[in-house]
C-alpha cells in the first residue's frame, strides 16, 4: 500500500519543479534563521542541556563575543573548576541572562543556562575562596541527565551550603577530634571517600537500580543472609514477582514457601514484605513514599531500612549508622563509644543530597577496608591519611574491644617490608616508606624504618646498603 501512495504522490498534479524549488528555498532560509540566532545569541535557554560538549576553542568564540568588561575567568586546578566564564547579558525586561561554561579536564566544557546571577556568583567566589565541593564529582551526576536552569540552581545552592562552617567543625571536633580541623581538609576527606567508593566496589545487582520496590525486597533479605547468598534469592525473587504489584496480588503461602525454600531467615519478613506490598499499591496508590519518616509506615520497615531506601533509591535518605559505620568513625576520627556523637559525625560527614553514593560508600569502607580485621593498605582506605588507628596502630572499636591480632603491630610492619622488597630489586629507604605506611613521616618517618629493616637484617631477611646517595634495601637471596 505504501508503494502504491508513494506512486500515486509522484503522479499528482502538485508534484512538480516549481513547487520543489520553493520548498527547498524556505528550507534553507529557515535553517540559516536558526544559524544567525545560534551565532547572535547562542543556544536558546530552554534547549541547553548539562552535557554539552564543546571545544576550548569554541569557548574562546562565546567569550570572545561578548563585552570585555562583562566576562571573569576563575581558575582552578584539573578536575575542579579548570574555568568559570560568566557572560552577562541584557535580557528582555532588564533581567540578567547568565551563562556559565564549566570546563573539565581542559576539554569537557559543560554550558549551562541560569537565571539566578546571585547563586552564580556565590558559587564563583566560594570557589575562589576554595570552599566549594566544585569538583568532578559534584557535577557528575548532573552530566547524566538533562538538567533545567531551575535544577541547576537547585544544586548548585547545594554545594554552596555543603561547605561546613568553621563553628560547625569546631563543634563536631568534640567528638571526632582526629577530623581535620578546617573545611578544605574536611571536603577532602569526603572527596576521598566517594572516589574511592566510585573507583571500585562490589557489584551488587540492587546497588544498579534506583527501583524502590527492588531496594527494599534486597534490604529485606540482606538482614539475615549473607550477601554473597541473597543475590540467587534477590533474582528469583524479582523474576518471580517483578513489582510490588504483583507481589500485592500473590497468595501470602507462596511467598513465605519462597523464604523458606531459600533459606532467607524468619517467615515473619515474608509476611510484612508481602503486607507492605499491599500498602503501597492500596494506600499509596503504587508509589513508594519518598522520606525515612514515611517509609516506616510500610510493615516490618524499620529505621535502618527505610533509611536505607530512601538513600539508595531516591538520594533522600539520613547517614546510615550501623556496627560497621560507628567502627570506622571510632577508628578513623576517634569517635567516643556513644550514639548521638556516631549519628551527629555520620551526618555531619555525609554531603549534603548525597546519600545515595555516600551510604553505600561507608558501608563499603566498614564491609571491604575496615572490618574486625582491618585491611587498611591491602583495600587502599581512602582514610589512611587522616585515620587515628591508622597512626597509633590501635585498632579496637566498639565491636573489636581487644588488638585485632596482627594489624597494625610491628610484625605487620615487618611483614609489610617483605611483600614489597619481594615486588622490587630494591628500594631506597625513602621509596619503600611511603609503600609500608600512606603516612610515612614524623614518628613513622626514616628513623623508624631504618630501626625496621636492621631488625629484618638482623634476622637475616634483608640486606641494608649504605649507597652513597641514600641507604637501599633489598630482599637477602
Ligand atoms: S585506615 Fe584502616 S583503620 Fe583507618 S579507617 Fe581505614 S581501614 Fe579503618
Redesign the pocket.
Known amino acids: 500500500m505504501a508503494w502504491v501512495a508513494i506512486g500515486e504522490l509522484k503522479t499528482s498534479s502538485w508534484w512538480r519543479p516549481g513547487f520543489l524549488h520553493l520548498v527547498a528555498t524556505f528550507v534553507v532560509a529557515l535553517r540559516i534563521l536558526v544559524l544567525a540566532r545560534h551565532l547572535l545569541v547562542g543556544h536558546p535557554r530552554e534547549e541547553l542541556v548539562v552535557g554539552d560538549v564543546v571545544t576550548a576553542a569554541q569557548l574562546e568564540v562565546q567569550v570572545a563575543r561578548v563585552d570585555a568588561g562583562a566576562k571573569e575567568h576563575v581558575d582552578g586546578s584539573a578536575n575542579q573548576l579548570a574555568r568559570v566564564v560568566r557572560l552577562e547579558d541584557g535580557g528582555e525586561g532588564g533581567e540578567f541572562v547568565l551563562r556559565l561554561a564549566v570546563q573539565f579536564d581542559c576539554q569537557f566544557v559543560v554550558y549551562l543556562g541560569v537565571e539566578r546571577l546571585d547563586v552564580v556568583v556565590q558559587v564563583v567566589e566560594a570557589h575562589a575562596r576554595g570552599e566549594t565541593r566544585a569538583s568532578d564529582t559534584a557535577f557528575a551526576p548532573m552530566r547524566q541527565e538533562t538538567t533545567t536552569p531551575k535544577s541547576l540552581v537547585a544544586h548548585l545552592s547545594t554545594m554552596t551550603d555543603a561547605a561546613p562552617a568553621t563553628d560547625d567543625i569546631e563543634a563536631i571536633r568534640d567528638v571526632a577530634p582526629a577530623l581535620p580541623d578546617d573545611a578544605e581538609g574536611v571536603e577532602r576527606v569526603r572527596r576521598a571517600l566517594v572516589e574511592w567508593y566510585e573507583a571500585d566496589h562490589r557489584d551488587y545487582p540492587w546497588r544498579r537500580t534506583e527501583n524502590a520496590y527492588e531496594i527494599l525486597v534486597s534490604e529485606v533479605m540482606s538482614q539475615q543472609t549473607q550477601l554473597d547468598r541473597v543475590v540467587a534469592a534477590w533474582e528469583d525473587f524479582l523474576e518471580r514477582w517483578p513489582t510490588a504489584a504483583n507481589l500485592a496480588d500473590a497468595d501470602r503461602s507462596d511467598v513465605v514457601s519462597f523464604w523458606t525454600s531459600h533459606s532467607l531467615g524468619y517467615n515473619n519478613r515474608a509476611k510484612y514484605l508481602h503486607e507492605a506490598a499491599r500498602q503501597v499499591e492500596e494506600e499509596y496508590d503504587g508509589s513508594f513514599p519518598e522520606s525515612p519518616d514515611e517509609l516506616q509506615e510500610l510493615m516490618g520497615v524499620g529505621p535502618y531500612t527505610a533509611n536505607a531506601v530512601a538513600s539508595f533509591a531516591f538520594n533522600a535518605g539520613d547517614a546510615v549508622v550501623d556496627t560497621n559505620v560507628k567502627r ?1 568513625l571510632h ?2 576520627f576517634d569517635v567516643p563509644d556513644d550514639d548521638s556523637a556516631f549519628e551527629d559525625v555520620a551526618q555531619f560527614l555525609m554531603p549534603e543530597g548525597e546519600s545515595r553514593v555516600w551510604n553505600n560508600a561507608v558501608m563499603e ?1 566498614g564491609g571491604v ?2 572490618g574486625k580485621t ?3 593498605d591491602e ?1 587502599g ?1 581512602p ?2 591519611a587522616w ?1 587515628h ?2 597512626e597509633t596502630g590501635d ?1 579496637t572499636a566498639p565491636d573489636v574491644p581487644t588488638q585485632p591480632t596482627f594489624e597494625g603491630s610491628r610484625r605487620q610492619m615487618r611483614g609489610r617490608v617483605v611483600r614489597i622488597l619481594g615486588e622490587y630489586d630494591e628500594l631506597a629507604l625513602d621509596t619503600l616508606g611511603p609503600r609500608v605506611r600512606v603516612d610515612y613521616g614524623g614518628e613513622h618517618g626514616r628513623e623508624w624504618l631504618r630501626g625496621l629493616v636492621d631488625d629484618l637484617a638482623d634476622d637475616g631477611l634483608v640486606d641494608v646498603d649504605e649507597g652513597t646517595d641514600d641507604v637501599v634495601v633489598r630482599l637477602r637471596q
Do not use: G, M, S
Open positions: 570506622v577508628r578513623a569502607l577496608a575496615c582491618p585491611r587498611c583495600a582506605c582514610w589512611r585515620c588507628a591508622y585498632f
